[in-house]
């Protein structure tokens, strides 16, 4: 556990310098929403696509790994829902929690990824990355249709996924992959560099993200969907990878890649389909900051 703490401690320092640039208002406002959507649209698919396209394909059981990871989710989506009548909150709150309790950090995960089990960590997260984002976006927006105030229909779940730039990269990385295409030397340092640049300022723009305002808003909710995204859902991947007979590594990898605190893309998607989005801001940053004790823990845990 010590190990596991000391290789993540750089990922958490760099989330809160994050948090502290943003509060001392360095660079300035305007600079974290365009950092961030640098980050999400251009150098984090440049990572994945770098990932997936080099991938041995051949060493992952691509199958079962996808298939543990969606009988995960399901299954904490599934006491979620059970859940529901001992929260007592509304519809509104109650996607924030179903969201929650599933939906991972990509920059977190695949940082802590890279630090704890170098490049082989990181081919392995990107089939991790590629299942899990599109399962979650296809359960959080169909519940967000289900039990938010704006109309929308199934076209909301098919586009959040199609328009997905992190899907995107994974599917054309993997599609390149299998037909074997071999980027020109100049396209692929290119990539690299940018690739390179997404882990860093990713895990700040997490930091610069984080709001304290809400963090008193329903507390029975709000340690429900801590107690269901930091510690459930890591125990149900653990359990499905064992079922499913997933080797060692890609196992600690799809358990640590569940051990990462809510994403903020959370709070976007609540705010565009009527969810509750002060409340997901809160869950994000207590899931955040409390990540730091429980990443290592369930690392020693369950893997």
């Not at 229909?153 to 959040?160: E, L, N, Q, T």
């Not at 064992?242 to 605190?261: C, E, G, K, Q």
Request: include cysteine; charge should be positive; hydrophobic fraction near 60%.
């Amino acid at each position: 556990m010590l190990a596991a703490f000391g290789a993540l401690a750089p990922v958490f320092i760099l989330i809160a310098l994050g948090w502290v640039l943003r509060t001392r208002r360095f660079p300035g406002d305007a600079f974290w929403p365009a950092a961030e959507r640098l980050v999400y649209f251009v150098l984090f698919p440049a990572l994945l696509f770098l990932t997936t396209a080099a991938a041995d394909l051949g060493a992952l059981d691509l199958l079962p790994l996808s298939a543990a990871l969606i009988a995960a989710i399901g299954a904490t989506v599934a006491l979620t829902m059970a859940l529901r009548p001992w929260l007592k909150i509304g519809d509104a709150a109650f996607t924030s929690v179903l969201q929650g309790g599933i939906r991972c950090n990509t920059y977190v995960g695949l940082a802590a990824g890279s630090a704890l089990f170098g490049e082989l960590g990181l081919t392995v997260m990107g089939l991790v990355v590629f299942v899990v984002v599109t399962t979650v976006n296809v359960v959080s927006v169909a519940a967000l249709i289900h039990y938010g105030r704006r109309a929308a229909g199934p076209r909301d779940v098919v586009g959040s996924v199609a328009r997905n730039p992190l899907i995107l990269a994974c599917v054309l990385g993997f599609c390149g992959n299998a037909l074997a295409v071999e980027l020109p030397a100049v396209a692929y340092e290119t990539l690299d560099v940018l690739a390179r640049a997404s882990l860093t300022l990713g895990l700040l723009c997490v930091g610069a993200g984080l709001e304290l305002a809400h963090l008193g808003r329903a507390r029975r909710a709000a340690v429900a969907t801590a107690a269901l995204k930091l510690l459930v859902m890591p125990a149900a991947t653990a359990l499905a990878c064992r079922l499913f007979v997933i080797d060692p590594l890609s196992t600690a990898a799809a358990v640590l890649f569940a051990a990462a605190p809510i994403s903020a893309s959370s709070y976007v998607l609540a705010r565009q389909l009527g969810g509750d989005a002060p409340m997901i801001a809160g869950l994000i940053t207590i899931t955040t900051i409390a990540g730091v004790a429980t990443m290592p823990l369930v690392l020693a845990l369950f893997t």
